[in-house]
């Protein structure tokens, strides 16, 4: 069995300041994780993925996520946000059971004040 | 980059029509999937496929039928639309190395249905 867990409904930062959007997973097979994210109105786009070659992986636009197997745990960082950060973050599992099967957190709304 | 293409950003219907949303992917992927997203309910599979002709459902299929006569294409039906499938539409596509898959979302179309 899979589960994914965004420990924040929402995130609320000052611009130029860290980002932190916390993500904890269980999953009984070798998990991939990926870290999404969806501007208003829009699809979602790909951050990152954690393919199991390193344990911290960089994505797009200055943001980088750590596996943390002993602390079942994907957080995603940015060292300071920029007000085009203002968005919704997805933490996302995937493991092969047979097929495939993809599970999707509820989702980070992140705001950045100016 | 990969490219997924959905017909319609959105959509205006009356109950009881026949509603048809389209999505097209250039990477030759093999696996395409249709969910729609909820505020409060995240992101739900409705169907997805994994080859030409070849369905699968998902979480909720009630309601949507699907078709996929040819590889990169991948249809939406809503048979006689209802109020309650006022949603956001996204559709992805995929593609797997090993014992990984990775998604990849379309625009998205937000579907309103009076």
């Known amino acids: 069995a899979q589960s994914v867990t965004q420990l924040d409904s929402h995130v609320s930062v000052s611009e130029g300041t860290p980002v932190l959007l916390r993500c904890n997973y269980s999953?009984?097979?070798?998990?991939?994780l990926f870290w999404y994210v969806q501007h208003p109105n829009k699809g979602l786009q790909l951050l990152l993925k954690?393919?199991?070659?390193?344990?911290l992986v960089k994505g797009i636009n200055g943001f980088e996520a750590e596996f943390k197997k002993s602390e079942t745990s994907f957080h995603l960082t940015k060292p300071s946000a920029h007000m085009s950060d203002a968005a919704e973050y997805f933490c996302?599992?995937?493991?092969?059971?047979?097929?495939?099967?993809?599970?999707f957190g509820a989702g980070t709304r992140l705001f950045v004040k100016a | 980059d990969v490219k997924v293409t959905q017909s319609s950003r959105y959509l205006v219907k009356r109950t009881g029509e026949k509603v048809f949303l389209e999505c097209v992917q250039d990477?030759?992927?093999?696996?395409m999937f249709w969910y729609r997203q909820d505020p409060g309910l995240g992101l739900r599979l409705i169907y997805f496929?994994?080859?030409?002709?070849?369905?699968e459902k998902g979480d909720i299929p009630e309601g949507y039928s699907v078709s996929r006569e040819k590889k990169e294409r991948f249809s939406l039906i809503l048979e006689s639309a209802s109020t309650n499938q006022t949603s956001m539409y996204l559709c992805?596509?995929?593609?797997?190395?090993?014992?990984?898959?990775?998604?990849?979302f379309g625009p998205g179309t937000r579907l309103l249905v009076l």
């Open positions: 954690y393919t199991s070659a390193a344990t």
């Open positions: 990477m030759d992927h093999e696996n």
């Open positions: 996302v599992v995937s493991a092969r059971t047979g097929g495939f099967k993809t599970i």
């Open positions: 992805a596509s995929s593609f797997q190395v090993g014992n990984q898959e990775t998604q990849y």
């Open positions: 496929s994994y080859d030409v002709k070849m369905k």
């Open positions: 999953s009984s097979y070798s998990p991939s």
